[in-house]
């Protein structure tokens, strides 16, 4: 059974900069081959996809966070990474990763085939 955990949520200041962890426990051989991805979900909002990456290392990042944000992966250490840079209230949400998307590169809750992490929250102020 694959777990995901989230890290390096927490209360930010507008204009300052944050980097999300994911960790993967007990994963398959193949990690490196994951497409996985971060989403967000604000209150009272729809989940949204944010940043994906796919097994070459391609990226798609989603209109809201395109120039700030960066993702990427440890695949040694099995652990997905976000950079979000200048910070704007409108980042406050709960961020999750997810692995196993189909298609590779989707940035919709729907194509997450395999796993979700719990979350972890993120508050810009």
């Known amino acids: 059974h694959v777990q995901l955990v989230e890290s390096g949520g927490g209360s930010l200041q507008e204009g300052g900069n944050l980097r999300l962890s994911c960790t993967a426990f007990?994963?398959?051989?193949?990690?490196?081959?994951?497409?996985m991805a971060w989403f967000r979900q604000a209150p009272g909002k729809e989940r949204e996809g944010i940043a994906t990456?796919?097994?070459?290392?391609?990226?798609v990042y989603a209109e809201p966070v395109k120039g700030r944000a960066s993702i990427f992966k440890d695949s040694a250490k099995r652990i997905l990474y976000l950079d979000l840079n200048d910070l704007k209230p409108e980042d406050t949400a709960t961020y999750y990763c997810?692995?196993?998307?189909?298609?590779?590169?989707?940035?919709?809750?729907?194509?997450?085939?395999?796993?979700w992490g719990q979350g972890t929250q993120v508050t810009v102020s």
């Open positions: 007990v994963i398959p051989r193949n990690y490196s081959q994951w497409c």
């Open positions: 990456i796919g097994s070459d290392g391609t990226t």
């Open positions: 997810a692995a196993g998307l189909d298609p590779c590169l989707s940035l919709r809750p729907g194509d997450v085939r395999s796993w």
